[in-house]
C-alpha cells in the first residue's frame, strides 16, 4: 500500500483508492500563544468600565484586512477517486481537481496536517483582527478543486492567501519550502511582485520561529517558483503554497506530527502574513 504513495514526489502526486491514508484520530488544540496585548496596563484597572474595555482590547494589526487559508487535500479525496481525478484546466496544463496527499510512514495524513494548521492559523489571525476565508471547514469532504480553491480567495478578494501543505519528498531530504507563483503572460503577472514579498515574509518567520531547515531536496534557500500549480496560477490575489515538511522524512515527520509544533508553525505564518500586511 505504501509504495504507491512512496513513488510520488511531492505532496500533491498522488491519488486514488490505493492510497488511503491510516486513520489517525484528531489532535487535541494546545494553548496558543499569547497575544502582546493580553498584558493591559494596570492603571485600567482604576479607570472607568469604557476606558478599561478600551486599554484591554487586543491589538488587531490585522484589523480590515482578509486572508485566505487552503488547507491542502480532503479527508474523504482517497475514496472519491471519480471526481478527484476529474481534470480541470490550470492554464499550463490539465490535471486533476485534486489530490490525496501524502502521509508519514506512521499513517499521519498530510489532510488532516493541513486542515490542523489552518484551522490554528485561522484561530491566531482572528484575534489580530483579520477577517479568515477557508477554502474547506471539515476535513471529511472531496475536494474542492485547486481551481475553486484559488476561485475561494480571489472571490473573497483576499489581501493575501496561503495553501497549506506538507510534502511526500525523499525520506533522506529534510526542510521546508515556499513556493510562489511563476510568470504566465496574461495571468499571474499583476500578483507575482507581492506574491514574491509574502513568499520572503513567510519564508524568514517560519525558519525563525519554527527553526526548520530550508528544504535540502527542492527550491532554493527555502523558495521555489512554479507555474503548474493551479491554486497560484489561477490567483489573482498575492498567494503562495507553503510545504511545511517532508512527511516522508523522520525527522521531519515526527515534528509535523507533534500538536505543539503545529502551533508554532502557525505562530509562524501568522508573524508572516502580519509583516506583509
Ligand atoms: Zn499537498
Redesign the pocket.
Known sequence: MTVLLLGATG??AASGPANRPAASPPSPPTASASSPAASASSSAATASPTARATAAAPARPLRGKVIAIDP??NGANWSHPQAVNRLVNVITETKPCDTT?TQTDAGYA?HAFTFNVAKRLARLLRREGATVVLTRHNDQGVGPCVTQRAAIGNRAHADAAISI?ADGGPPGGVGFDVIEPGLIPGHTGPVMKPSALLGHDIRAAYHRITHEPFATYVGHDGLDVRTDLGGLNLSTVPKVFIECGNMRNASDAAKLSSARFRQRIAVALAAGFTRFL
Open positions: 505532496c500533491g491542502g487535500h496527499g498530510e501543505h
